[in-house]
């Protein structure tokens, strides 16, 4: 089974940027489409952008767009999120997984704060 460790949160100003890294165990990670989760206290975890297994298509929840890019290096089998111009609703704990089931083990993920 796929381990995923997810890192590269923290906190940020509003305006600020971020880049989140998740890396995958195994080589099937290069086969997958994957997407990147978020989950706020109180609130469904939800899919903020996915990316097809060659990286060649990419789709962004419209609260994302314009502002997150989502890449991917499969030889180092390894999912990117580039964050900017963050909010503090951008506030939440970030996760990688498959866009669709079956779905690898959840990692931990990583917290990311956007307050001044």
């Known amino acids: 089974q796929v381990q995923l460790e997810e890192s590269g949160g923290g906190l940020v100003q509003p305006g600020g940027s971020l880049r989140l890294s998740c890396a995958a165990s195994?080589?099937?990670?290069?086969?997958?489409?994957m997407g990147w989760y978020r989950q706020s206290p109180g609130k469904e975890r939800e899919l903020v952008a996915d990316?097809?297994?060659?990286?060649?298509?990419?789709n962004y929840a419209d609260s994302v767009k314009g502002r997150f890019t989502i890449s991917r290096d499969n030889d180092k089998r390894t999912l990117f999120l580039q964050m900017n111009m963050l909010k503090p609703e951008d506030t939440a704990v970030y996760y990688c997984?498959?866009?669709?089931?079956?779905?690898?083990?959840w990692g931990q993920g990583t917290q990311v704060t956007v307050s001044s």
């Open positions: 990316i097809t297994n060659s990286g060649a298509g990419v």
């Open positions: 997984n498959t866009k669709r089931a079956p779905f690898f083990n």
């Open positions: 195994g080589s099937i990670f290069n086969s997958r489409i």
